[in-house]
């Protein structure tokens, strides 16, 4: 998935999940293949608008386990919502509300901040000169996964899901909706794999501008999406500048950081520490420790489109989920390799006693066999 810096550097335009209003838009009919250009030949529109992701894998709430406050853990179940304001590429900002804190990230020109209310934190970043931030966008041949409102944009994951329209790939235009208020087309995408647990993905695109407003994942056999993801409020007007300027209010830690990917860890109380040195003292802002940040785990995608499996390495796992695995079935690969199988209506995980982390939205079984060829 896109990073963070992603969306602080590239602007793309979110589109963030809102059931629809009441009522059909009386829309021109367009075929599949004209709906597909307008979405993909869209084009940049400044906004402001709350977006909302909703998920639904059958899982219980992992609040407990130990996750921070916007990790992936937090998004595996029930409701996030989170503030966005862009005004261009070099101008983002994203809040996730909490009960009397809120964890933002900003960047303004160059600057790329960081904030966690709850812990008087902010992050500093600077840009080099000519940056635009982008971090790239995921590698379109890997399974789709969890949407991040944190890491990307509802743009961002719809992109990757029509990079997929192949010949491996069944497209049809299902009746308009209205979304956020606004009349979209609804485009429909659909695996036409035998492995893929994914039955369709359903994408609201904007009649207007061709921005993708929301998008639906909903398993193979099932009426009920695992993931809504997309705008319940939208305003296509550019934000006053204000919403792009930070200042750390008195008493506030500032941590100093060298590359902005440190931006990314979510939970800043704490995680910053390990990675920049000691905790300052309350208002004092603290050199640059001057170590880079860690190295992304390596990935390796076996497979392609719908049936791409992602096998990361070295991946840690959030503090308090080693218990959730007791409960997960065990099981042994024909290689010998034995791990814990964790299986959702939708992305199934195999986390390896080797320290290997397997993903994929495809059956268990099409899981374990990509992951017993390595």
């Given at each position: 998935m896109a990073a963070i810096v992603t969306v602080v550097g590239a602007g793309t335009v979110p589109g963030f999940l809102a059931r629809a209003g009441?009522?059909?838009?009386?829309?021109?009919?367009?075929?599949?293949?004209?709906?597909?250009?307008?979405?993909?030949?869209?084009?940049?529109?400044?906004?402001?608008?709350?977006?909302?992701?909703t998920s639904n894998l059958g899982l219980p709430s992992l609040g407990g386990l130990g996750g921070t406050s916007g990790s992936v853990t937090d998004l595996l179940s029930g409701v996030h919502d989170a503030n966005v304001w862009v005004g261009g590429p070099d101008q983002v900002r994203i809040a996730l509300p909490a009960p009397l804190a809120e964890t933002s990230w900003?960047?303004?020109?160059?600057?790329?901040w960081a904030w966690d209310s709850s812990a008087q934190q902010a992050v500093h970043?600077?840009?080099?000169?000519g940056h635009d931030g982008a971090g790239g966008p995921a590698d379109e041949t890997a399974a789709p996964g969890v949407p991040d409102p944190t890491r990307e944009t509802p743009a961002d994951f719809a992109q990757a899901l029509l990079a997929k329209v192949t010949p491996t790939t069944a497209v049809s235009v299902d009746a308009s909706r209205f979304v956020a208020g606004?009349?979209?087309?609804?485009?429909?995408?659909?695996?036409?794999?035998?492995?893929?647990?994914?039955?369709?993905?359903?994408?609201?695109?904007?009649?207007?501008?061709?921005?993708?407003?929301?998008?639906?994942?909903?398993?193979?056999?099932?009426?009920?999406?695992?993931?809504?993801?997309?705008?319940?409020?939208?305003?296509l007007a550019a934000p006053a500048v204000s919403n792009f300027t930070f200042t750390p209010p008195p008493g506030a830690t500032v941590v100093q950081a060298k590359d902005p990917s440190a931006l990314l860890s979510p939970g800043l109380s704490g995680r910053f520490q390990r990675q920049f040195g000691p905790k300052p003292g309350p208002g004092t802002p603290t050199a640059d420790a001057g170590a880079p940040s860690p190295a992304a785990p390596p990935v390796t995608v076996i497979g392609t489109g719908w049936d791409s499996v992602a096998i990361i390495s070295g991946q840690s796992l959030p503090r308090g989920v080693r218990g959730f695995l007791d409960g997960a079935t065990p099981v042994t690969l024909g290689n010998g390799s034995?791990?814990?199988?964790?299986?959702?209506?939708?992305?199934?995980?195999?986390v390896l006693d080797d320290g290997r982390l397997?993903?994929?939205?495809?059956?268990?079984?099409?899981l374990q066999h990509a992951v017993a060829g390595r």
């Amino acid at each position: 998935m896109a990073a963070i810096v992603t969306v602080v550097g590239a602007g793309t335009v979110p589109g963030f999940l809102a059931r629809a209003g009441a009522g059909t838009p009386n829309l021109p009919a367009l075929s599949p293949a004209e709906v597909l250009a307008k979405a993909t030949n869209a084009q940049f529109v400044p906004f402001s608008g709350t977006v909302r992701l909703t998920s639904n894998l059958g899982l219980p709430s992992l609040g407990g386990l130990g996750g921070t406050s916007g990790s992936v853990t937090d998004l595996l179940s029930g409701v996030h919502d989170a503030n966005v304001w862009v005004g261009g590429p070099d101008q983002v900002r994203i809040a996730l509300p909490a009960p009397l804190a809120e964890t933002s990230w900003i960047r303004n020109g160059n600057d790329v901040w960081a904030w966690d209310s709850s812990a008087q934190q902010a992050v500093h970043a600077t840009l080099p000169a000519g940056h635009d931030g982008a971090g790239g966008p995921a590698d379109e041949t890997a399974a789709p996964g969890v949407p991040d409102p944190t890491r990307e944009t509802p743009a961002d994951f719809a992109q990757a899901l029509l990079a997929k329209v192949t010949p491996t790939t069944a497209v049809s235009v299902d009746a308009s909706r209205f979304v956020a208020g606004r009349p979209a087309y609804e485009l429909v995408i659909s695996p036409r794999s035998s492995t893929s647990t994914i039955g369709t993905a359903s994408l609201s695109i904007d009649a207007a501008t061709g921005l993708p407003l929301d998008v639906r994942i909903t398993p193979r056999n099932s009426a009920t999406p695992a993931f809504e993801f997309g705008f319940t409020r939208l305003a296509l007007a550019a934000p006053a500048v204000s919403n792009f300027t930070f200042t750390p209010p008195p008493g506030a830690t500032v941590v100093q950081a060298k590359d902005p990917s440190a931006l990314l860890s979510p939970g800043l109380s704490g995680r910053f520490q390990r990675q920049f040195g000691p905790k300052p003292g309350p208002g004092t802002p603290t050199a640059d420790a001057g170590a880079p940040s860690p190295a992304a785990p390596p990935v390796t995608v076996i497979g392609t489109g719908w049936d791409s499996v992602a096998i990361i390495s070295g991946q840690s796992l959030p503090r308090g989920v080693r218990g959730f695995l007791d409960g997960a079935t065990p099981v042994t690969l024909g290689n010998g390799s034995t791990g814990r199988l964790i299986t959702t209506r939708l992305v199934n995980v195999l986390v390896l006693d080797d320290g290997r982390l397997a993903v994929g939205a495809v059956t268990p079984e099409a899981l374990q066999h990509a992951v017993a060829g390595r």
